[in-house]
């Protein structure tokens, strides 16, 4: 669900204004949208000041999340909507942001691509670039395994910006997985969790990753982490976006880009009330995968129906509405201003309602 949003409402196309066809497209990939807008901006735009014949941007997800679960009809999908829009833009270059997104547009599409950090090495770093003050350690992602040429560029980048790198007993092709490769994360949250303390266990120094998830993963774990493209262009991202959040990210990221490049409005759904959420119902929801949008949904329907229990111990009101294949329950009291969110559950499961007696 969360790749079929980047592809549909997140998702944006464009060439370079000025340009009908470009040389190349930036394709920094889905996760780098969702925790670091702001590093995709700045990115997209210093390539379109400093390279030549044109660069497009894709906001959208490669397909390696449908590939990773297995649904390879899901995956075909993907290629062909990606096939499509690169057609539009006369078939340029892909310059990924994320060794995953490379890997997986090269085997699917066929296409040609190359990494922003080898389009960095050639034409020299951004004038904001700075390296930090304290030795770091490198984290090398899964995608990248078996590509001694990325790896060698990440480290000359680091080298380029000052970085002291400290080494450690497991790295390059040794480097083991962060727990989000492969959807371990979501199918399995406790061995995601081992996995990335395991990953930490080789240094105590920051990590430097080249791919926003494992950048991610131990920022989640409390360790220090910064994606390479952070310190290329001196702009950190947020430290941990939940769920929601990263859904948000992708689409203001979208809505501006789209004003502040292309001069295109995009109208964004604004409600006459509020819907607040205490601490506890945040991380709940972030724990068990419910989105904003979800439980805004379901309060939607409870505007329209009115359909809601009271619990008289806690004085709050709750409601249920089947979303796909999924029911998702909201405990919530109502304020002035609109409702405020306590807890949020889900279940597979339906609700039959009996006709007459």
């Known amino acids: 669900m969360d790749m079929l949003f980047s592809n549909s409402e997140a998702f944006l196309c464009r060439p370079q204004p000025g340009y009908e066809t470009c040389r190349y497209v930036f394709f920094p990939g889905c996760q780098a949208g969702a925790i670091a807008p702001d590093v995709v901006t700045e990115a997209y735009e210093d390539l379109c000041r400093r390279t030549e014949g044109g660069v497009a941007l894709m906001l959208g997800c490669c397909g390696a999340i449908s590939e990773w679960a297995g649904r390879y009809e899901m995956t075909e999908k993907v290629n062909e909507q990606l096939k499509q829009e690169l057609a539009k833009l006369g078939d340029p270059m892909i310059i990924a942001g994320c060794p995953s997104c490379m890997k997986q547009l090269k085997e699917s599409l066929g296409v040609r691509v190359t990494g922003i950090w080898e389009i960095l090495k050639e034409i020299g770093l951004p004038a904001q670039a700075k390296g930090l003050e304290i030795p770091v350690a490198i984290h090398d992602a899964c995608g990248?395994?078996?590509?001694?040429?990325?790896?060698d560029i990440i480290r000359e980048l680091l080298a380029d910006m000052g970085c002291t790198v400290v080494n450690t007993e497991y790295s390059r092709d040794l480097s083991p997985c962060c727990g989000y490769g492969g959807l371990t994360s979501c199918a399995n949250k406790e061995m995601a969790?081992?996995?990335?303390?395991?990953?930490?266990?080789?240094?105590?120094?920051?990590?430097?990753?080249?791919?926003?998830?494992c950048r991610d993963r131990f920022v989640r774990e409390g360790r220090e982490s910064r994606y390479i493209l952070e310190l290329l262009y001196g702009t950190n991202a947020v430290n941990m976006p939940d769920i929601s959040e990263k859904r948000y990210n992708r689409l203001v990221l979208k809505e501006k880009l789209l004003k502040n490049i292309w001069n295109e409005e995009l109208m964004m759904e604004k409600k006459d009330y509020t819907v607040a959420y205490t601490e506890d119902a945040i991380s709940m929801m972030d724990e068990r995968m419910i989105l904003k949008s979800d439980v805004e949904r379901v309060l939607s329907d409870y505007r329209e129906n009115q359909e809601a229990i009271f619990d008289e111990e806690t004085k709050e009101l709750v409601t249920r509405s089947?979303?796909?294949?999924?029911?998702?329950w909201v405990r919530f009291v109502e304020t002035e201003e609109g409702y405020l969110v306590r807890r949020a559950y889900s279940h597979r499961m339906n609700i039959m309602k009996r006709v007459g007696q």
């Open 322 to 328: 089947r979303l796909g294949n999924v029911t998702f």
């Open 193 to 213: 969790d081992k996995m990335t303390e395991k990953c930490l266990e080789r240094s105590d120094a920051p990590y430097i990753t080249y791919c926003m998830a």
């Open 144 to 151: 990248a395994r078996g590509d001694a040429q990325t790896q």
